[in-house]
């Protein structure tokens, strides 16, 4: 049997994506059109669908593609304080919401984050060169994810570039993650747009190549951003150590997406899928296996109880 590098570099080539990992390794990201991934629109109607539900069902308040939430929102003290931690804009009231455990929520987003064709990349990326003796994929979910993002309040005087309201400050994912980075990536981000990406319409952020720095973004960083637009059901991902962030939307309406987030088997996860995953729901997917792996459900590690054998006394 091929080793799984080996398999990996098989589902590249037959899949076709080689343009999309050659850009993805020499420029940290890329755009996979819908075409390439064969996303359906049904697919990206339901995900579109269950969002917008659940916003309503956890707030209260009506939203609509073309509106935007359609009421006044009021956020719960400390808001600025709590998104600030997670590196999201400190803003008291902000025009976003980062809706988490999307696997959980529905069917559609299983279906979504364990794309074949989008996992070739993410395998790719993550696996790298790892000798063939550990004959298991090292990628794993880390989390699944969703920004709503409506229009920002404009500006006040001073505040520029990434500071503005609505933005997200330039960062690398794998930014918890001990340095010095080596080339294979300790996360990937793979986010599907289920709105057109626009910089109007405030798209993702990125600087090219930046991976390639193996760090932090410098002073000069903002200057180089340039906008990852793209059309309905294309998914972007990018390299943990590429440097992004977001434009503030000014247009009505809403920008929304459904994100798998993707880790090395050797890092902690943000959310523990392991315990947050009722058990057996990985069936209920068009790729149980793949689901299965992904989060780490058959792993020896980290174990519960003991797991190498005991001895016993003979004879007793
Ligand atoms: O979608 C965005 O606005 C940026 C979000 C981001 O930083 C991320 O998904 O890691
Ligand atoms: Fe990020």
Known sequence: MANISDQIRDEITQYGLEPYLLEL???????????????????LDRCTEVLLKEFTRMTGCPISLENGPEGEL???????????????????????????????????????????QVDALVSSLIQGGFPFEFPFRMRRLDNSTSYLKWQST????????????GSI????????????????????????????YSKEDGCLAYVPRSHLAGGYPG?????????????????????????????PKRTPG?????????????????????????????????????????LGVGDGFPYREQLMPDPRLGGA
Not at 28 to 34: A, M
Not at 106 to 113: E, G, K, Q, S, V
């Open 25 to 43: 390794e020499s420029n940290g990201l890329t755009i996979v059109p819908p075409e390439v991934t064969g996303v359906t629109d049904a697919l």
């Open 254 to 294: 809403l920008r929304l997406n459904a994100i798998g987030f993707y880790r090395h088997f050797s890092i902690t996860p943000q959310e523990n899928l392991q315990m947050t995953i009722p058990d057996g729901l990985w069936e209920d997917c068009a790729e149980p296996a793949r689901l299965r792996e992904m």
């Open 219 to 247: 002073p000069d960083a903002d200057a180089r951003a340039v906008p990852a637009e793209g059309p309905r059901g294309a998914v972007i991902l990018w390299h943990g150590a590429t440097w992004h962030g977001s434009f």
């Open 169 to 196: 400050a330039l960062h690398p994912d794998q930014r918890g993650c001990p340095m010095p980075w080596g080339g294979n990536a300790l996360h990937v981000n793979a986010t599907w747009m289920l709105t057109p």
């Open 74 to 116: 009021e956020w719960p003290k400390g808001t600025d304080r709590i998104m600030a931690s997670v590196g999201l804009p400190p803003e008291p009231k902000p025009s976003v919401m980062l809706m988490q455990q999307l696997l959980q929520r529905d069917r559609c987003f299983r279906d979504l984050l364990t794309n074949p």
């Open 154 to 165: 404009p500006p006040d005087e001073g505040q520029t570039g990434f500071s503005r309201p």
